[in-house]
């Protein structure tokens, strides 16, 4: 198989590649288990912004380097007073935008877990639709352990996920868990040898690519809108309105403005 890189960024901390409508952003610090700095996640911003507007895209993957890590959370070394400091030296949570892109993308989001995910990078792999972890995979939160917290999606979703209790107990206690734990868990939704682990992820992208993808995007704003409050039914309520300037009836209150014209909805159907 073979990954085309994505042109037209210069991105340094994470690969953007394209096979056949399916992206993979992967985060690409394997020396720091790939710990995201502020640039990490500002390139992840950039990534997902394109795929939200590029047609040919219809599923993303989103994986870390190397066979260590997904992601380790945000790198201690530049966490500072205030949040993570970039090149510029303000402190940013800006893994927070990734999570709403996630969340708010209309194509599913499969997390390939190869290895660890800690901290914020465990909870980057809860926000995403689907989660296809390799054997030797590794989870848990860690924030109460290094001055930490994600009380968030981090928090209320994964309750949602696991249960109360599983997550109280991830975050008080902060332990980790293998793979085979978290697919008891209902954490993942799959768990593969490694050397299966893209194959799998490419499958199951495939076959949602074989789905109706205004479907898919219905059902992920109807899951999420349940969960988001005013959020989430804006976005909901977004597709409805989409789907509806689809419609003649639409298109005659426009039209009818145009031509200083009363708007004659008569002829449209009133269903039951
Ligand atoms: C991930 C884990 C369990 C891996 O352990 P192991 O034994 O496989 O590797 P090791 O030796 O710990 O790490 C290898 C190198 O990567 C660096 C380490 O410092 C080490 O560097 P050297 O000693 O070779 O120089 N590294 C690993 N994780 C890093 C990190 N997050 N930042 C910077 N460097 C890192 C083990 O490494 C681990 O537990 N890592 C820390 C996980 C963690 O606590 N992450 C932050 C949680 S808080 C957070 O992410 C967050 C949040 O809570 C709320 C909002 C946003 C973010």
Not at 45 to 54: G, I, K, V
Request: charged share 25%; net charge neutral; glycine share 10%.
């Amino acid at each position: 198989r073979e990954w085309k890189p994505i042109k037209g960024f210069d991105f340094k901390e994470i690969l953007f590649e394209e096979y056949n409508g399916i992206a993979k952003i992967t985060i690409n610090r394997p020396r720091y288990r790939n710990a995201f700095t502020p640039r990490t996640t500002w390139e992840m911003s950039q990534a997902f912004s394109y795929c939200r507007e590029a047609g040919q895209i219809s599923v993303v993957i989103l994986t870390g380097a190397g066979d260590k890590a997904f992601c380790s959370g945000g790198d201690m070394h530049v966490k500072g007073r205030g949040g993570y400091v970039g090149e510029d030296g303000v402190p940013r949570l800006n893994v927070l935008d990734v999570q709403k892109q996630i969340r708010s993308l209309p194509k599913p989001v499969i997390a390939m877990v190869n290895g660890y995910a800690i901290g914020g990078g465990h909870v980057l792999h809860v926000m995403c639709d689907l989660t296809i972890a390799s054997e030797n995979a590794v989870f848990g939160q860690t924030g109460p352990k290094v001055g930490s917290f994600d009380a968030g999606f981090g928090a209320s979703y994964l309750a949602r996920i696991i249960g109360q209790k599983k997550a109280r107990e991830m975050w008080f206690m902060c332990r980790q868990y293998s793979a085979q734990e978290a697919e008891r868990m209902g954490l993942v939704n799959c768990v593969v040898p490694f050397d299966k682990l893209e194959d799998t992820c490419v499958e199951w992208a495939e076959t949602m690519m074989e789905r109706s993808p205004l479907a898919l995007r219905m059902i992920k704003a109807g899951l999420n809108a349940e969960l988001d409050g005013q959020a989430g039914i804006q976005e909901l309520a977004g597709d409805a309105t989409m789907l509806y300037y689809f419609l003649d009836e639409a298109q005659e209150g426009g039209k009818a403005f145009l031509e200083k014209r009363k708007p004659d909805f008569s002829k449209y159907p009133k269903l039951p």
